[in-house]
């Protein structure tokens, strides 16, 4: 039998140790919790089939769209809709944010970069 469980998101994100390398937290209804440090541009891409969810822990991401950016805060969140392409990036610093994702998805979509995490640690 599974037992419920707190979790501390400062501890688990003093493990993390490297920029745009999520780590699995949970599972939920075929979801992955994730956290990850990012800093910089990531790489322009989709996802054909999972929306996915972003929330800033700490720090301001902001978020690339062809037609606009859109600035995302501390303790707010963006959902990118499925096939919509998108860039995450920071502004000289890191940020710490949470995804909500599908377990199947891949961090860099159909794009395969030195960035795409296909086999993520749990943490």
């Keep these: 039998m599974l037992i419920a469980r707190k979790i501390n998101l400062q501890n688990k994100y003093q493990q993390i ?3 745009w390398s999520p780590k699995i ?3 939920l209804n075929g979801q992955h919790v994730k956290l990850a440090k990012i800093s910089g541009e990531f790489v322009w891409h989709s996802h054909e089939n999972e929306d996915e969810l972003f ?3 700490k720090g301001k991401l902001l978020m690339d769209f ?3 950016t859109e600035i995302v805060q501390e303790g707010e969140i963006i959902i990118v809709p499925k096939g919509v392409e998108h860039r995450p990036r920071t502004e000289n610093e890191e940020v710490q944010i949470m995804l909500f994702e599908p377990a199947s998805t891949i961090n860099t979509g159909e794009v395969v970069s030195e960035l795409t ?3 993520l640690e749990k943490i």
């Design 25 to 27: 937290i949970g599972e």
């Design 17 to 19: 140790n490297e920029h």
């Design 117 to 119: 995490k296909e086999n």
């Design 66 to 68: 062809r037609d606009r």
């Design 55 to 57: 929330m800033v822990i």
